[in-house]
């Protein structure tokens, strides 16, 4: 599957972005899906997942203002990012997978084959 993602951009603190993930090269539904993110000089950080049922899960660090979403009949999965900080400051990359990760996992980068280019998101004033 390929991923592309868009939507990036520069925002001041409280504001928002949406962030979209085109896939094509295979069936979207069966796929779980998310968003990981890496700032520089950090390591990888899991941000949010939605499974093929619609499971969401969500890094603390962002619950309660991101809200990840997908369009089956468009291939697409969304990231709505609201109250943005500058702690959100990363570069964030769309991923992927077609096997089975137990919830509990499925914010770790590692469990995710397909990745797309990433979209630079900044938070600055």
């Known amino acids: 599957v390929q991923l592309v993602e868009s939507g990036g951009g520069l925002v001041q603190p409280g504001g928002s972005l949406r962030l979209s993930c085109a896939a094509s090269?295979?069936?979207?539904?069966?796929?779980?899906m998310g968003w990981i993110r890496q700032a520089p000089g950090k390591e990888r950080e899991g941000v949010a997942v939605i499974d093929n049922i619609g499971t969401t899960i969500y890094a603390d660090s962002v619950q309660g203002r991101f809200s990840i979403s997908k369009e089956n009949t468009k291939n697409t999965l969304y990231l709505q990012m609201n109250n943005l900080k500058p702690d959100d400051t990363a570069m964030y990359y769309c991923?992927?997978?077609?096997?089975?990760?137990?919830?509990?996992?499925?914010?770790?980068?590692?469990?995710?084959?397909?990745w797309g280019q990433g979209t630079q998101v900044t938070v600055s004033s």
């Open positions: 090269g295979a069936s979207f539904d069966v796929y779980t």
């Open positions: 991923v992927a997978t077609r096997e089975y990760v137990y919830w509990r996992y499925r914010l770790q980068p590692l469990r995710y084959p397909y």
